[in-house]
């Protein structure tokens, strides 16, 4: 059997035998997923109508959200329901542009398919642009008519590559003017924006811009990020997660039969996530390491780096009385923002970085308050380093960049080298550090997350046929079979709040953390102190497209749905 079978040419035709610019040789799985079935909800496969619910408020801040979004706050969500005639957006035929915003998250490509199929399905003539390379391509007004045979060779495949994604934001008055003469040019009806928290606030300052100045073109959001923090009581979950937690947990897994293998490592594993700790959460109930550090709670608990670092190690001393010199511990990427000191030194910092120049003599470091001063001149220069490094787009710190794992394991060091003077601990310690991130952001999407993305996008194609705008894409019941999903939309100034970034205030989706109330939460705190000291290990091994585990979904959805996991 040979491991690779057909290639594909960027769509250009498909299957194309001549390697193009984007050409791709694929497997036999990533040829075997092309025609994966993809069931819809009972409701978009029928004749259905928009019915709307109540006003809405805002998460945060609402008089000041209602000053930022005069033609968008209050509306109300909509719910599609079963109809008798067909669907509202009757014969007419759309212009729609879709954009990838952000970081990858799999399942990135089927919403585009979806919104495809819902355009040829009900509004048969419509055509529907890629913006290239993310907001950019917008702004730029940079594109690709997506057809059949473009679209064909990326369905239920990983990646962005399809149109490519980008961070760029559309913010200034000038980006919103491009912004605008991109929808004219094209004579936009309809806009899909596939983001985050930080893209889909900018989806809807771009709905509210469109609408105050009576351009057609409306905006509809679908919530994505492998992050998992762009979720609300009508989006469940935001795509991609479920796909990177399970590659990640395949990966922890493997790494936790090393470490009983050989018996002398312990494996400090950061995971990708960057402010919130869903990924590190459900990885660790994925797969029961030793130890595992919640981000949300070290903030609620007011923990130091010291009590950090003195929890790993009183866990390491136990592990050794026992004769276990090997572990594995999970590490949430933004752990560092949370713990109190830190986090008060990088608001110091950020506001540095946005108003004074760092010179080279640190001259600037006297800005910062005296115990900010200390935290800084104590952590390792490479951190210093990382933490000072520029800010993205949207004003947040690269976590992804900041070797927090690597720092935990000198500070351990450290702290057993002392009890080991004292005699209170007589193991041996070698520490590994392993950062899992973009390895799990391009995998082929799970069942649950190539079926989820291709309801987001046939809803975002019927909310935007049914002239809906402002609103971001909802598919919920997500427990029950796909038949019984729901579909609607829900008001994306509800999501907002304001927040200082760049130093300024800004309306932000607030991110939703991992709830120290919340069961997924419970469940791994009634299971940690087991897992540190007797080995529990679980590796569930990679991905299963069919067969009996393929299509369970993530234990985090699962809990928060209810179930008893
Ligand atoms: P999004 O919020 O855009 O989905 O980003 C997800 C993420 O993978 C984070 O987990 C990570 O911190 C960040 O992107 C890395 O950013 P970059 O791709 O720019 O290195």
Redesign the pocket.
């Known amino acids: 059997m040979s491991s690779s079978s057909v290639i594909y040419n960027g769509g250009k035709s498909s299957p194309a035998e001549t390697p193009g610019r984007f050409a791709s040789v694929y497997s036999e799985v990533q040829t075997s997923r092309l025609n994966h079935p993809l069931p819809l909800p009972s409701v978009l496969k029928n004749p259905f109508k928009i019915v709307d619910g109540s006003r809405s408020s805002a998460a945060g801040n609402p008089d000041e959200i209602a000053k930022l979004f005069p033609n968008l706050f209050g509306q109300p969500p909509a719910m599609l329901v079963p109809s008798d005639s067909a669907g509202s957006g009757s014969d007419q035929k759309l212009k729609i542009g879709v954009v990838l ?5 799999p399942g990135g490509h089927n919403v585009i398919s979806g919104i495809f199929d819902y355009l040829q399905d009900c509004a048969k003539g419509s055509t529907l642009y890629g913006f290239r390379g993310g907001p950019a391509g917008i702004m730029k007004c940079k594109y690709v008519e997506l057809t059949s045979e473009f679209i064909y060779p990326y369905r239920n495949q990983g990646g962005f590559d399809m149109i490519c994604s980008g ?1 760029d934001k559309i913010e200034t008055p000038e980006q919103f003017k491009q912004a605008e003469e991109t929808a004219l040019k094209l004579d936009l009806d309809g806009l899909v924006v596939i ?5 889909n606030t900018n989806a809807c300052l771009l709905a509210e811009n469109f609408r105050g100045k009576n351009v057609k073109t409306h905006v509809i959001g679908c919530p ?4 998992g ?2 979720k609300c009581k009508e989006v469940p979950t ?1 795509f ?1 997660f479920d796909t990177a937690c399970k590659i990640y947990s395949e990966m922890i897994g493997n790494v936790m039969i090393d470490a009983r293998s050989t018996g002398k490592y312990y494996h400090f594993v950061r995971l ?3 402010a919130a700790s869903h ?1 590190t959460l459900e990885c660790a109930l994925q797969t029961h390491p030793n130890i595992t550090i919640i981000g949300e709670e070290v903030a609620a608990v007011k923990q130091t780096l010291k009590n950090v670092t003195d929890y790993i190690t009183d866990v390491v001393c136990k592990r050794g009385e026992l004769g276990y010199n090997y572990g594995v511990i999970l590490i949430p ?2 752990l560092i923002d949370f713990i109190p000191e830190v986090q008060q030194l990088i608001a110091e910092l950020n506001e540095i970085l946005a108003h004074d120049v760092v010179d080279e003599a640190g001259l600037w470091k006297k800005k910062l308050r005296n115990q900010s001063q200390q935290l800084f001149d104590f952590l390792p220069q490479a951190i210093q380093e990382q933490l000072m490094l520029e800010r ?1 787009p949207h004003g ?1 710190v ?4 900041i070797e927090t794992e690597k720092m935990l394991i000198q500070m351990v060091e450290t702290e057993l080298e002392k009890r080991k003077q004292e005699g209170t601990y007589k193991g041996q310690f070698k520490g590994q550090s392993h950062f899992f ?2 390895e799990g ?1 391009c995998g082929l999407p799970t069942n649950f997350d190539s079926t989820y993305c291709y309801a987001l996008g046939y809803a975002a194609g019927a909310l935007l046929h049914s002239g809906k705008t402002g609103l971001i894409s909802s598919v919920g019941n997500l427990g029950a079979p796909v038949e019984e999903w729901t579909v609607g939309g829900t008001a994306l100034t509800a999501l907002m709040d304001v927040e200082r970034r760049h130093g300024k205030f800004k309306p932000v989706i607030k991110k939703a953390m991992v709830e120290l109330e919340g069961a997924p939460f419970r469940k791994f705190a009634s299971m940690r102190e087991e897992w540190a000291i007797k080995n529990r290990y679980i590796s569930p091994g990679p991905i299963q497209f069919i067969g009996p585990a393929s299509n369970d979904i993530n234990h985090t959805l699962l809990l928060e749905l209810g179930a008893q996991a």
């Open positions: 915003s952000g970081g990858q998250a961070r983001g985050g928290d930080d893209s994505k990020t492998i992050d923090d762009l935001s991609g990708m996530g960057r990924i990427e933004g993205d947040n690269q976590v992804a960049k991130g973009y952001r």
